[in-house]
């Protein structure tokens, strides 16, 4: 079984700029949640989907946005970028809700400029 | 919130002994589970073991053991016989009920040879 893909793996923006991450979870699995990794902040929770609908949500700017779509692939979108938004962006796929675990994508790497 | 706390930025081991990384957590709920993850410098996350809070075994996979104590809100990994490979960034993990996903910062584990 293929794992987790994420595209692009590497981008370089500039501030007040938008963008595009996306994410193919592994075949059969429903759920897809996004985080966000830096050397300061660590780990932290974006948000996730299941089924198409955004079903929890971390606490981040509205500029962080997200969507599934019906076959379970998932984008998020930065909106007006900041240079505090240079990050690793992990995805992770899971069979559904609930209990199961995660399995993570190699991730993209966002330098803002 | 759930809150999730590695004390050991760093651990050291030489190849073939054992080490211990620590994990405590806070919560309220009853229901959860617990997972470390790896992070080699590849950076691709890769789920180590895991173990769900109704149960009082501890979760073993191969050389990765866990000592888990609930009452303590405490959630170890045990790496015996280290080899070269385990070197990496271990992150210790918990999710709720309500699928709400926290990671400790981490611990970066150097295996000596």
């Known amino acids: 079984k293929a794992g987790v893909t994420q595209t692009p793996r590497y981008l370089i923006k500039t501030r007040g700029q938008q963008v595009t991450l996306s994410c193919s979870p592994i075949?059969?699995?429903?759920?897809v949640s996004w985080y966000q990794q830096t050397p300061g902040q660590g780990l932290q929770f974006l948000f996730e989907y299941f089924s198409e609908t955004q079903r929890n949500k971390g606490n981040f700017p509205g500029r962080f946005s997200g969507r599934q779509f019906s076959n379970s692939r998932s984008e998020m979108n930065v909106s007006t970028l900041e240079l505090g938004d240079s990050a690793l962006y992990l995805c992770?796929?899971?069979?559904?809700?609930?209990?199961?675990?995660?399995?993570f994508g190699p991730g993209t790497r966002l330098t803002v400029t | 919130a759930q809150t999730v706390t590695q004390s050991q930025p760093e651990m050291s081991v030489q190849e073939a002994e054992t080490v211990t990384l620590s994990c405590t957590y806070d919560?309220?709920?009853?229901?959860?589970?617990l997972f470390w993850y790896k992070q080699p410098p590849s950076r691709q996350m890769i789920l180590v073991i895991r173990?769900?809070?109704?149960?009082?075994q501890n979760a073993t996979e191969n050389r990765f053991s866990v000592n888990f104590q609930k009452a303590a809100k405490s959630f170890s990994l045990k790496i015996s016989d280290s080899q070269l490979g385990d070197a990496a960034m271990y992150f210790c993990?918990?999710?709720?009920?309500?699928?709400?996903?926290?990671f400790g910062a981490g611990t970066r584990l150097t295996v000596k040879p």
């Open positions: 075949s059969g699995h429903r759920s």
């Open positions: 992770a796929s899971s069979l559904g809700q609930g209990f199961h675990e995660q399995y």
């Open positions: 993990a918990y999710r709720s009920i309500n699928n709400d996903m926290r």
């Open positions: 173990q769900e809070a109704y149960k009082q």
């Open positions: 919560t309220s709920e009853s229901d959860y589970y």
